[in-house]
Every structure is written in C-alpha cells, then in structure tokens.
C-alpha cells in the first residue's frame, strides 16, 4: 500500500535552490535511507514531508488515515513530568478506555444492579465491546511496551519517577525517540536517530526497527546502522533525488557502476559525434559527397547528445603525517583507575599500546572512555595509576566537542595563529583540502556548522605532524562522504592510533584491536569490531552453558537426558575449540614459512642492494610479525579456556 508520495517538490531559501522536482515514493514496510552531503537538504526535505515547512510547487499525496511521527536532529523531550508519566501520556486514549471499564466494572457489581435486566443486559454488551476494542488496541500490554523501549533506550536504570527537566540533553534526546517510537506511527521519520546512542543501544534500534509494522524513513551518518536496516537509498546531491534498491553498500555498489555505464556511453558517443562531425567538415564543400554529408548533419542534429556524467561531488581531500617515528612502546598503563576528585568511574584499567596500533575504545555511555582518553593527554589527572610514554611519543589530539573552536576569529586566522612561521598559501591550501574555498576562509569560527568545526579541528590535527593520535569521536559531524575520506587517511596513518568512536563501520575499517571499557577494568580483543562481537557472543554462550552446568551441580539430581544434554553442548563447545586450534595452527604454520621465505630474500644481494625492495621486505615481514603475534593471543586465549 502507497502511505505517501511526493510529485514535482521544488523548495528555495530565499534566491537558493535548495530541493528541484524531487520524486520519493513511500510503501508499507519500505526502509529508506536519505543520503547526501550536509547542506544538501536531507533535512529540509524531511521537514516538508512531516508538514514541519513549506514548499514552493509540487504536491505530497498522503491518505487521510495515514498518521506521521517526526524526530528532528538533536530533539530533546522538553516536559515537567516524570519519565513514566510522560510516556503514559501516549497512551491517553487506551487509559480513557481502561477508566471506563473500571467504572463498568463497579456498576457491574452493585448488588441493586440486577433489578434492572434491561439496564443490565445493555452495560454487559457495552462492557463486552469495550474490552474487545481495549484488548485489540494494546491495552494489556502498554505498560510492558514502555518498558520495553525505556530498556532498550538504556533507561532501565533509572527511577521512573525522575523529571525530565532534571536529565541531560542527550538523555532528553532519547526519550523524546522512546516516546515517538511508542506511539507507532505509520510513517516513521527519523533525522540523526543514531545521535547520543551508545553501541549496546545501537544495536537495539536497528532489531526494533527491522520488526517495525510502519514504514520508515531515516538520515543517518552511521553506515553500519543503515546496511542492517534499509532496503532503498535515495540519493539527494545537487538538488536532484535517485533512487537505488538495497542497503547503504549495495547503492555504494550500484552508483559505482551506473557511473561506469554512463561514462562508457558518453564515451562512445563522444567519439561517434566526433567522427560525423569530421565527416561533415571535409566533405560538406564538394559537389561528390555533399549529400552525404547534408544526411550526417541532420543524423548528427536528431541525436540526443548526453552530458559528461557528473562524478561525486568535491570532497575533502588529505592525508596525515608524522614528523619522526615514536618507539615500538607507545603508551602503558596499569591497573590504573578514572574519575573526578574522589569519584571514581572506572578502575583496574590496563592499556599497552605499540608502534603502528589502531586501537578503539569502546564501551557503553557514561562508562569514562573520553575521561580516559583525557586522562591519558593530562587534561585530567588519574585517579590512581601511573601512564609511562614511549621514547620520541607525539600526541595529537582531537576533541569531539570541539569546544576551543568557539573564537570569533576567521577560520584563516584561527589555523594561521597556530602555525604563524607558515605563509598564508600554505594555511589555503590545507584549509582547500578541507573544503574551506574563497570566502569560506572568511566565516568567523563560532558560526560554523558542526560540520564545519570538525573539519577546521582536522585541520589543525594535520598540522601538528604528531605520530600518536588520540581521536574521541573523530567521525561526529561528518557526512558519509567526509568520514571515508577520514578512514583512508587514517588507514595509510604511519602512526598510532587511539580511538573513541559508535561509528562500527569505522571501527571496522581501522581498528586492530578493541579494547573494551567498563567500570570494573578493560578487555582487550585482536582484531575489528565485527570479531570483538564474535567474541562476545561465544562468551555469552560459554556463561550460559557454564550456569547450566552449575544448575545441573546445585539443583535436585540431574536426569539423565538433562545430564546427556549437557555434556553434549560441552562435547560440541570442546570441538569447536579443537577445530579453531588446528585451524590457527596451520595458518601459523603457513605463515612462518612465508616470513622465512621473505627473511631469505633480505640476504640475496640484488636484494640488500635495493634499498625500496629492502623497505617493502620488512614492511611485509613485519605485517607477518603482527598476525603471527594475533593468531598466538587468540590460540592462548582458547587454550586458556580449554583448561
């Protein structure tokens, strides 16, 4: 079923085109994601379909009954009552009905009731009708749905009683997302839904919105987020709209691709237009062939000529570099504890970072891994613990506040004052690269976007040439685009890195090991974030089995089915555990024999005498080192297990 559509909409600021004969399509069931650069008017286009602004021609056809629910950006739940008072207020109409049954309920139990049949058999009908309606409507089951969505929210440690005036933005931006989700409309209209959420919570969202009944329209940063739960992109660039079917990585794909087709056909085009119009030009002026060529000009004038395909938009462009080389050990810390005075928020804190590491710090809201990372740069002094820096180590730090970007100085001024022994064609051409262009440069600093002020706090980070970079959300702010720019530059980083970021794409792409923060210590897992979830899931498993065995011990005698089954799960966790030691083993084996191979080669003369085949040899040995240095962690973490 269509729940809306929207025909020819062009909308202007002012003079400025902003959105031109945008088509968009909503069904029952679709997931959609909005992408496009900022300013490209993603938001703006949500605004008009919500019927939260206006637009200058075109129409949106929605049905009567269809019934919207909009989240804007950063939308905090501005209210004098209570966390659970003000979800119930979602709920007024099922309440209204569930007083009403009360009351029923008390006629209904009136000893004098029944002297009247008439009067009796009319409120028993009613009463009947009435709890059908209130059944069918959720009315059993509201109090557990708010529940559920506060514990999915992360609200299921709070006193329900709390007033919302008394919480935080971001723990006010959550709530205002609980109490739209429960109210269930048929259109779901999410603006940077994914904003103040913590993974654990992230991954709650995206389940419940893959069960959603409604349709759901969303603009999101987060990449990883969308690939789970879309299945249609449309793509705003230039104040135009495509559509593509699939997931974020499918419409990356299939842009891909339309853009090579198109670029063949232009091609091919181009050279037949060339070839008629060469034709035309020697052979128009002689008498033998100018039939010929008068019949190649009309071809030539009836032919739709196609446009240069246009690529993607300009984007940021730089890459990170390092004055000198830090030492192997790079930062270590040990059994060190976080906090503010006498407050402690996180202890038993162990970190051991080398040379080349990109480690990503993760862990719940609130759990101090930007107190940590603070800690770490002395802005904030342990609590107790002491942190031992490598010989030659630079830290470069980026903030994901921003907040020392707030001068009213130029944006010029503000990357100038800092390096002042650069020439100004310098400082351009670093803050060009950053797409601050012409006038740009000009803007004062506090009226940037955020946006904006996350690439000028880039820009200043490249600068530094610092070869240990710590990074607290280093991906907030930035559009899809800006944040692969980011990652690839991070990617070739000779550097080290340390990093705070929810972006699990990012987190993917870049980081080596995990290290996981909470409040009792860290665990540390090698490899990216999609192994670090592996990982915790076999954890998961392993307790439950272990709390079945403890079950099976504490509890009256076990059948022996149960005892069986039992022992069957842990044959089954024991196998699976041998098959993973062998296979480890033989890609240890494998490799071993490689990093002799290559070792070899440094001996062979033409070898040891080429100085670049001598670099890309222990560049490669060295990879070798580190995976062989992973496979062992993991074969010892396993056998550990196994005893």
């Not at 992109?233 to 198109?262: C, M, P, T």
């Not at 107790?384 to 010029?412: F, P, R």
Request: glycine share 6%; proline share 2%; aromatic share 8%.
């Amino acid at each position: 079923m269509i729940l809306l559509q929207v025909q020819q909409l062009t909308k202007h600021f002012g003079a400025e085109l902003i959105l031109s004969n945008i088509k968009l399509e909503i069904q029952t069931k679709d997931r959609i994601a909005l992408v496009g650069r900022n300013g490209a008017g993603k938001s703006t286009l949500l605004k008009i379909i919500s019927g939260q602004m206006s637009l200058d021609s075109g129409d949106i056809i929605k049905p009567k009954n269809v019934s919207i629910g909009y989240l804007a950006q950063n939308t905090g739940l501005e209210s004098s009552l209570s966390i659970w008072d003000e979800m119930l207020t979602v709920f007024n109409d099922l309440r209204k009905m569930e007083f009403e049954l009360r009351d029923m309920e008390q006629k209904i139990a009136d000893p004098n009731f029944y002297e009247n049949p008439i009067l009796y058999q009319k409120i028993l009908s009613e009463y009947d009708q009435l709890q059908i309606r209130f059944k069918d409507s959720g009315g059993y089951q509201y109090e557990a749905d708010i529940r559920s969505v506060l514990h999915g929210l992360r609200f299921n440690d709070f006193d329900y009683s709390t007033l919302i005036e008394t919480l935080s933005g971001g723990q006010k931006t959550r709530l205002a997302l609980a109490k739209l989700l429960l109210t269930k409309p048929d259109i779901l209209i999410l603006d940077e839904p994914t904003n103040h959420l913590d993974i654990d919570t992230l991954s709650w969202l995206e389940q419940y919105l893959q069960g959603y009944n409604g349709a759901v329209l969303i603009v999101s940063h987060d990449r990883y987020f969308l690939d789970k739960v879309v299945n249609q992109v449309y793509e705003l660039s230039r104040h135009a709209i495509q559509k593509f079917y699939g997931n974020y990585s499918q419409y990356l794909a299939q842009k891909a691709e339309q853009y090579e087709r198109d670029f063949k056909q232009y091609e091919k085009q181009q050279e037949e237009v060339a070839k008629l119009q060469d034709f035309i030009q020697r052979n128009l002026a002689r008498a033998s062939t100018t039939k010929r060529a008068q019949s190649r000009r009309k071809q030539l004038e009836k032919m739709t000529i196609m446009e240069r395909p246009l690529g993607d938009e300009k984007s940021a462009n730089f890459n990170f570099d390092i004055e000198r080389q830090s030492g192997n050990e790079v930062l270590q810390l040990v059994d060190g504890s976080i906090g503010y005075e006498d407050h402690v928020i996180a202890e038993n804190i162990n970190l051991s970072i080398k040379k080349g590491d990109s480690v990503a710090l993760v862990g719940p809201n609130g759990v101090g891994k930007s107190t940590l990372l603070k800690s770490i740069i002395k802005k904030l002094k342990l609590v107790t613990g002491n942190i031992n820096y490598g010989s030659n180590v630079m830290i470069g730090y980026y903030d994901q506040e921003q907040a020392e970007l707030s001068s009213n100085k130029t944006v010029l001024n503000e990357l100038w004052d800092d390096y002042p022994l650069k020439d100004e064609k310098e400082i351009r051409t670093v803050l060009g690269n950053f797409l601050f262009s012409g006038d740009d440069v000009l803007k004062t600093v506090s009226s940037l976007s955020g946006g904006e002020k996350a690439r000028l706090a880039l820009s200043k980070l490249l600068l530094q040439k610092a070869n240990f970079l710590i990074l607290d959300e280093p991906t907030n702010h930035l559009d899809l685009d800006s944040k692969e720019v980011l990652e690839n530059a991070l990617i070739d980083y000779p550097g080290t890195i340390l990093f705070v970021s929810h972006d699990r794409y990012f987190i993917n792409r870049l980081a080596t090991k995990v290290i996981e923060l909470s409040k009792s210590g860290t665990t540390e897992f090698l490899g990216d974030y999609d192994y670090y979830i592996e990982k915790q899931l076999e954890m998961i498993e392993l307790k439950k089995l272990e709390n079945k065995v403890h079950e099976a011990r504490v509890d009256t005698p076990t059948t022996t089915k149960q005892a069986y089954q039992l022992d069957k799960e842990a044959k089954k966790l024991e196998r699976q555990r041998k098959r993973r030691i062998e296979e480890i083993e033989e890609v240890l084996h494998q490799l071993e024999i490689d990093r002799q191979q290559k070792e070899a080669l440094l001996c062979e003369p033409e070898i040891y005498q080429d100085h670049q085949k001598v670099t890309e040899l222990n560049t490669e040995i060295e990879q070798l080192n580190m995976k062989i240095e992973e496979l062992m962690e993991e074969w010892a973490e396993i056998e550990e297990a196994s005893n």
